[in-house]
């Protein structure tokens, strides 16, 4: 066990609609990182935030937005859903906003099926 | 732009067998690399970690000595068990790239009895 924390483990919800996964860190930890992982994509760095404020951006769509709150949970938007968007979301949680510096624990992801 | 290549798997051995997973990178700047293991089910475990050129990054028996003049972070061990079965990923980290991650495809292997 990472010590992270998301939720739902699955979701299965329709194109064109919108969901939310949301993240708790590892008690201590201030930056957050999310992730998606499919099979045609491999794993790609969507966002990262660092005690509330954004610190890095991947390859995000702009119908997927993040935010991290003042108790350091984070959730992560996406909307307009589209059956590409069926993947395993992964959030990461460091102690530092420095990525090669701390190691990165990650939760053990949401299951996201758009049909 | 930064990227990671590393070996297509499946990857099959036996018990005890000699492992090798190839591992290359392109980055500008000076990258940190390193190797992520994820378990069926389960989310990705840094394995081990190399920040300059020449360090060797070790763990459970797994190595990955980081080789700029090769762009390479090969993952070796030198005698597999059952329990090794699972998908590895290199990645690479530059902060010139604002910290964000580069993960390879990943490579599954199964180690038989």
């Known amino acids: 066990d990472s010590g992270v924390t998301q939720t739902p483990k699955h979701l299965i919800t329709a194109t064109g609609q919108r969901v939310t996964l949301r993240c708790s860190p590892r008690?201590?930890?201030?930056?957050v990182y999310w992730y998606q992982q499919s099979l045609d994509q491999g794993l790609q760095f969507l966002i990262q935030?660092?005690?509330?404020?954004?610190?890095a951006k991947g390859n995000i769509l702009e119908r997927f937005s993040a935010q991290q709150f003042p108790d350091l949970h984070s959730e992560l938007n996406l909307s307009s859903l589209e059956l590409g968007d069926s993947a395993l979301y992964f959030c990461a949680s460091s102690v530092s906003g420095l990525a090669d510096t701390y190691e990165q624990y990650f939760g053990p992801g949401t299951r996201l099926t758009v049909t | 732009g930064n990227s990671v290549t590393q070996m297509e798997g499946p990857v099959t051995l036996s018990e005890e067998a000699f492992l090798t997973i190839n591992c290359t990178y392109t980055?500008?700047?000076?990258?940190?690399l390193f190797w992520y293991v994820q378990y069926p089910g389960e989310g990705l475990q840094l394995l081990l970690k190399?920040?300059?050129?020449?360090d060797k990054g070790s763990n459970k028996g797994f190595e990955a000595t980081y080789r700029k003049e090769t762009t390479s972070f090969h993952l070796e061990k030198g005698s597999v068990q059952v329990s090794d079965s699972a998908v590895y990923f290199c990645?690479?980290?530059?902060?010139?790239?604002?910290?964000?991650?580069?993960f390879g495809t990943g490579t599954s292997l199964t180690v038989i009895p």
């Open positions: 190399a920040t300059k050129a020449d």
């Open positions: 935030y660092y005690n509330g404020e954004e610190r």
């Open positions: 980055a500008t700047g000076y990258p940190s």
């Open positions: 990645a690479l980290s530059a902060t010139n790239t604002g910290n964000q991650f580069y």
């Open positions: 008690s201590g930890d201030l930056s």
